[in-house]
């Protein structure tokens, strides 16, 4: 196996087994350098075990993964010393304060105790808990632990970055936050390896997408090509007359695949997906239908989840 | 930065964050030290007339106990780090020190030095309990440093022996099993007779327990007929090192498989 | 049957209250972090004292009981039964957190019973305790001059014991709802322990601690069982054991009564 200089991790016939179970079962992979890269899959898909693996935390029991060109398992220390680390329990010390943490990491990863300190403010600043930096952990919100928790992961300024389910539990602003402060972070050249059961995420920030279901990677691309693969973009068009909508679908079945829906809906598959919105009116237009509303649907990777599983992202609310 | 100084910054830091329990928690250190006070005089009050007997080193029976409350409560101290551990392995904690690049000694180091500085105050405070209610100093400065090295030792040993058992289960659960395992330690031993007294099975047992010779090490420090003396000083030390070794090799090696 | 009905059946009452004890006991005897303070810790102490201290036969004014353990055995009787009240109301304090009492207070159930099932519970667990040590230390050489009816006294007064350290522990639980608080309490069983005779004669004591056994009400009980175990007067008196015991049962039962209606009044 060999990693090109632009492979920030290299995943080749990764499995783990407790017992019988195969919690990971062959993941091939390879997330090049400066990408965000998004592992999507319901709980117990095998997400965390493949992050604990790289990571170190965890041996695989067959195959091999590199991390900046390090072996995991050979050179587990010098994976360390380029990776950073928020998993999805945010293990914080509730008696610590949030000072206290960042100068603890700091000299974990070997900064004198002055540089742990200038750099532990820096990403207090870049997280926005400077005023929040000296109350103990106990105090902090769900949203604050998890921007501590990157901020920690953030102090050897490392290469590589992985976060399992950053978001989790969190309100959908602290949510808008996080991201934002991830897409800063590898607008400034660091690869983000993410873990997250929320397609809605993947598709915010990943590059590139893999989808992981039973131990198995079970599709990969860009979030445009996964959707792709569940088909054309849907425009939903209702009609204010019911009476309507069998001329109206005569009328249409030119633009693409038609399908009614209700008295007064027609749906009409195309691969113009918004282009196709204006022919569409121009044609009712002429046919004398009257058009109450028109929508584009474009599938979500919750429907890619669909296609290529067969089976829904269920597992998405259930408790981890 | 050079790997000594490296080394040094992260023991620091850790053993400073475990210090934090005592400083933030209010009464964290309290049953470490009321149940060996509890004990010392329970104890010297129930068994009292023992120092009667010929043979016994003493005719203070309080003098005779108090290093033995010293250990037992330097060894819940101790023993409290690795159950500690065993919170932090539990909560998730501990996956945050074994992704950075800190070498693997180290994470045992910050406990263990915790350990040592957690086992001052009990000692302290049981000694001075005693030292009020009338114990003298038999064995001058010797002494008192040998009841010192072999508290804080003691503490290093049962930080170890709860790290190792902490590593092992992974699960909080095991904190009373490391407590039980320090008490056990302490009472088949020496406990409450010297050895010329013990009947039955701890006078067979006893002299096979490392403990006997730590507390051997401690009571130079106020049991007059133990003179401070190197006879009385290295089968202690022998033993703490010994025990030590052990303990600390097998949580060494768990901590090395802790990832398989 | 109204409810307020149920609650004044003497029947039912009495039934809701062998159902709670049944509860209690099966809760003590499932779980390793009750029963090794029950019955492990009494037991290794035992022998760690009976082997430890033996020497102390030697001393002038030691009272002849045979083997030196069957004199100890005494102090463990009283030990386990401390231990065991601390671990009932360990239980209470963790049903009021975990919500469970709050059911039991729904329930159609008179405020006493809830006090008497959890007693009755502990002092059941009392008197298993004691003959399980009582066995051990026979296995271990003790002999009981007392015979039959000896034991059964001084299985009873440890069963009474129990029942007094569960009362005094549920009132604390009640008045406080702390899990916490009652597993601090764990070292001051062995005040109330080391302030009686427990493992030696009382004739024997430091003087200072003498002068508090002769007013630790555990003093007559622990005497007691002694004397009956051995059937010598000289140990203690069986009679006088029965009612220090049996007041403490009662004054800790009302303790824990009224620390349960001032709980009702509070919440």
Not at chain 1, 74 to 86: Q, S, T, W
Request: proline share 5%; charged share 15%.
């Amino acid at each position: 196996m060999s990693a090109s200089r632009q492979d920030a991790i290299v995943v080749e016939g990764l499995a783990r087994a407790y017992g019988g179970l195969r919690a990971v079962d062959g993941v091939d992979l390879t997330v090049a350098e400066g990408e965000i890269y998004g592992f999507l899959g319901p709980n117990g898909a095998g997400k965390s075990t493949t992050v604990r693996i790289l990571t170190t935390l965890l041996r695989p029991t067959a195959g091999r993964a590199l991390v900046a060109g390090h072996d995991v398992e050979r050179e587990a220390a010098a994976v360390r010393r380029v990776i950073g680390v928020a998993l999805q329990e945010a293990a914080l010390d509730p008696l610590m304060t949030g000072r206290e943490l960042l100068q603890l990491q700091g000299a974990l990863h070997g900064l004198r105790r002055g540089a742990a300190r200038e750099r532990g403010e820096a990403l207090l600043d870049r997280v926005a808990l400077q005023d929040a930096a000296d109350r103990r952990l106990g105090t902090y919100s769900g949203g604050m632990r998890r921007r501590l928790d990157l901020a920690m992961a953030l102090v050897h300024e490392p290469r590589v970055l992985f976060l399992d389910e950053p978001t989790t539990g969190l309100d959908p602003s602290s949510r808008a936050t996080l991201w934002d402060e991830v897409r800063r972070l590898n607008d400034d050249g660091t690869t983000v390896f993410l873990t997250t059961q929320y397609l809605e995420e993947a598709e915010q920030l990943a590059d590139r997408v893999g989808i992981i279901d039973q131990g198995r990677i079970v599709a990969e691309g860009t979030p445009d090509e996964l959707k792709a693969r569940v088909g054309d973009p849907v425009l939903h068009v209702d009609l204010i007359d019911p009476a309507d909508a069998e001329r109206a679908a005569g009328a249409l079945a030119a633009h693409g695949a038609i399908r009614r829906r209700g008295d007064c809906g027609v749906l009409v598959q195309s691969a113009l997906g918004a282009r196709a919105i204006a022919p569409i009116v121009r044609t009712l237009d002429e046919a004398g239908v009257e058009v109450d509303a028109v929508e584009l649907e474009t599938p979500t990777l919750d429907d890619v989840f669909l296609a290529v599983t067969g089976h829904a992202a269920t597992a998405e609310d259930a408790p981890a | 930065m050079t790997g000594a100084a490296y080394a040094l910054g992260v023991g620091a830091a850790l053993w400073r964050r475990a210090l934090l329990e005592i400083a933030r928690v209010r009464g964290g250190l309290l049953p470490t030290i009321i149940a060996p006070i509890i004990f010392l005089l329970g104890t010297a009050g129930q068994f009292d007339r023992l120092s009667d007997l010929s043979d016994f080193p003493t005719s203070s029976y309080l003098a005779w106990i108090l290093p033995l409350s010293c250990l037992q409560g330097a060894g819940f101290a101790g023993g409290a780090v690795g159950a500690n551990l065993a919170r932090d392995i539990e909560q998730g904690w501990f996956d945050r020190l074994l992704t950075s690049p800190a070498p693997r000694p180290l994470l045992l180091l910050g406990p263990v030095l915790a350990a040592m500085t957690r086992a001052l105050l009990p000692t302290t405070v049981i000694l001075t309990a005693g030292l009020v209610l009338g114990v003298s100093l038999t064995g001058d400065l010797y002494g008192l440093l040998a009841l010192y090295v072999a508290a804080v030792g003691f503490a290093v040993v049962a930080a170890l022996w709860g790290m190792t058992l902490a590593l092992w289960a992974r699960s909080q659960q095991v904190g009373p099993l490391i407590q039980n395992g320090v008490f056990l330690a302490v009472f088949l031993s020496t406990a409450y007779t010297p050895e010329v007294l013990l009947q039955g099975w701890l006078a067979t047992f006893a002299p096979y327990n490392p403990t006997t010779y730590v507390l051997e090490l401690a009571r130079q420090a106020t049991v007059a007929g133990i003179e401070p003396s190197w006879a009385n000083t290295w089968p202690g030390l022998l033993a703490l090192a010994g025990m030590g070794l052990l303990w600390g090799l097998v949580a060494l090696r768990l901590l090395r498989r802790f990832s398989r | 049957m109204s409810s307020a009905a149920l609650e004044r059946d003497p029947a039912v009452q009495a039934r809701v209250v062998t159902a709670l004890a049944g509860r209690g006991l099966r809760i003590q005897m499932r779980r390793a972090q009750f029963l090794i303070p029950a019955f492990l810790l009494p037991l290794v102490l035992l022998a760690v004292i009976a082997s430890g201290t033996s020497a102390a036969q030697n001393l002038r004014g030691f009272p002849d009981t045979g083997a030196y353990i069957g004199f100890v055995v005494a102090g463990t009787l009283i030990q386990g039964a401390l231990l065991g009240g601390i671990t009932a109301g360990i239980s209470t304090a963790a049903d009021i957190e975990g919500g469970f009492f709050d059911r039991l207070l729904a329930a159609p159930v008179h405020r006493v019973s809830l006090v008497l099932g959890r007693v009755g519970g502990t002092a059941v667990l009392g008197a298993l305790q004691a003959c399980v040590f009582l066995a051990v230390a026979f296995a271990f050489g003790a002999r009981y001059e007392g015979g039959v009816v000896g034991v059964a006294e001084a299985v009873l007064l440890a069963s009474l014991a129990a029942a007094a350290a569960a009362g005094l522990a549920a009132a604390i639980a009640l008045r406080t709802g702390s899990l916490q608080l009652l597993q601090n309490l764990f070292p001051f069983v062995f005040v109330l322990l080391f302030t009686a005779p427990a493992f030696f004669p009382r004739a024997l004591l430091q003087p200072e601690l003498q002068a508090v056994a002769d007013v630790n009400p555990l003093t007559f009980v622990v005497e007691g069982i002694r004397a009956a175990l051995h059937d010598d007067p000289a140990l203690g008196d069986p009679l006088t054991g029965l009612l220090a015991a049996a007041g403490l049962a009662i004054g800790a039962t009302a303790l824990a009564v009224w620390a349960m209606r001032a709980r009702m009044r509070s919440t």
